[in-house]
């Protein structure tokens, strides 16, 4: 089992649809990271947390230390917004990143 | 203005041959990393780099090396490549270390994607 699992691991969605993917973990952890990574393959860091929530544009994210589990939300989502979503916690004796296997996302017009 | 950059994006090489993907950071940013990205996208990292010392080394064979003349270039060197060693490559960086301080977001590259025949 990973130590970091995210569901669904395929979503398909009508432009406009609210979208969540969710995040759980098993390691104590110090930070918890969103990876957005675009077919062509190049990887852009969306959010880190380490309580709360955060909210840019059209995401927001959330973490619940004491459940272990986080969500990535999109909201009025878009064709643009296809991609892979991963999910990445900083834990372990080395707080080195250990990753989700990612979500892929496709939203049509 | 490219803040990582990775060269090349493409690698297409026999078994057997020693290949190497360059990465330059230009953020100012202490620490660097490689990843692999398998072909069922799980990334692992690979080895992780700050202020030139290595830091992380994962249970990597002894084929792969990394090189880093200074904070802002991490190479990786990959001797007698093997089919196994295809997938995509990604370096990245953050300001600091990330068992140093805390919560550092990491800047990907685009990727080296390799493909060993």
């Known amino acids: 089992k990973n130590e970091v699992e995210q569901s669904p691991q395929n979503l398909t969605a009508q432009e406009g649809e609210f979208i969540t993917i969710n995040c759980s973990y098993s390691v104590g952890i110090s930070a918890l990271h969103w990876l957005q990574q675009h077919p062509g393959g190049g990887i852009v860091s969306l959010f880190m947390l380490s309580s709360g929530k955060k909210k840019h544009g059209r995401l927001i994210a959330t973490i619940n230390i004491q459940e272990k589990h986080s969500s990535l939300h999109i909201t009025a989502s878009h064709p643009r917004d296809s991609a892979v979503y991963i999910c990445?916690?900083?834990?372990?004796?080395?707080?080195?990143?250990?990753f989700g296997t990612g979500t892929r996302l496709q939203v049509f017009p | 203005d490219t803040a990582v950059s990775q060269t090349p994006k493409y690698l297409v090489t026999q078994m057997g041959n020693d290949k190497s993907i360059k990465c330059e950071q230009n953020l100012g940013h202490d620490t660097m990393y490689w990843y692999k990205q398998d072909s069922k996208k799980f990334l692992k990292i690979m080895f992780s780099?700050?202020?030139?010392?290595?830091?992380i080394n994962e249970t990597v064979p002894n084929r792969f090396s990394p090189k880093s003349p200074d904070k802002a270039h991490l190479n990786l060197h990959i001797n007698s490549l093997e089919l196994g060693d295809s997938a995509v490559y990604f370096c990245a960086s953050s300001q600091s270390f990330l068992g140093v301080t805390l919560q550092e977001t990491q800047y990907f590259g685009p990727g080296t994607r390799l493909l060993v025949l």
């Open positions: 780099y700050n202020n030139k010392e290595l830091i």
């Open positions: 990445a916690v900083q834990g372990g004796n080395t707080d080195k990143l250990i």
